[in-house]
């Protein structure tokens, strides 16, 4: 069970807009930046979104991160068949147990 | 155009020790924190820890007994050894390169390891 929770599935249609939910707490999100990742089938993670709501270079504006509180969002706007992919969300967890941690990936399906 | 590529046996058994190796290139490896992920069969992503270029190691609390992460500068490679293995560390492992150790910045293409007799 993962630490910050995602929802399994998110879909839209082209050209719509989905938001993309990471809850955490007070030790985790509550305290520290939160980063955003895609990963298509049989790939590697990609950095979209790192401290809450920065783009890495050559990440679109479409991609937009914002926190609140113990929780975090990813937009996409403008949704296209390519960004069919799972969306992961990670942060640092302050705890007494300190360490790097991560939702369980949310399934973004495009109709 | 930095590049990081995992290289390791893609099978271990049970109790042994599971090392892996991370090239690096396009890149110096005296800066930034130098990271292993890795992601079990059912997607989960787990951060195992990083070595940073000034020395200083974090492990995942659950790995730490039996997990260390090293850096070769001269070969340009850091590596991970995992021991005691058992079926629940069989996953795809990732080598990073992390901005400020919590953004995962550039990563390999990933390395599938099973474990099992």
Redesign the interface.
């Known amino acids: 069970q ?1 630490v910050l929770t995602q929802p399994p599935s998110v879909s839209a249609a082209p050209g719509q807009k989905v938001t993309i939910s990471c809850s955490g707490s007070t030790s985790n999100i509550g305290k ?2 939160v ?1 955003w ?1 895609r990963q298509f089938p049989g ?5 979209l979104i ?2 809450n709501k920065k783009r ?1 270079p050559g990440i679109p504006d479409r991609f937009s991160g914002s926190k609140s509180g113990t929780s975090a969002t990813l937009d996409i706007t403008g949704i296209q068949t390519g960004d069919e992919a ?1 969306y ?1 969300c ?3 967890d302050s705890s007494l ?6 939702g ?2 949310t399934k973004l399906t495009v109709l | 155009q930095v590049q990081l590529q995992e290289s390791g046996p893609g099978l271990v058994k049970p109790s042994e020790t599971l090392s892996l190796t991370c090239s690096v290139s396009g890149d110096s490896i005296t800066s930034d924190y130098w990271s292993w992920i890795r992601q079990s069969p059912g997607k989960q992503l787990e951060w195992l820890g990083y070595f940073h270029y000034r020395g200083t190691t974090n492990y995942n609390p659950s790995l730490k007994s039996r997990l260390s992460i090293s850096v070769d500068t001269s070969k340009k490679q850091f590596s991970l050894n995992l021991t005691s293995v058992t079926a629940a560390d069989t996953a795809v492992y990732y080598c990073v390169r992390a901005r400020n150790f919590d953004v995962f910045e550039i990563w390999g293409q990933g390395t599938r390891v099973t474990v099992s007799s």
């Not at chain 1, 790939?43 to 950095?47: H, I």
């Not at chain 1, 147990?97 to 991560?102: D, H, K, Q």
């Open positions: 993962s520290n930046f980063s990742y790939t590697a993670p990609k950095l790192y401290d890495p799972d992961y990670g942060t640092w147990t300190a360490n790097m941690v991560f369980g990936g």
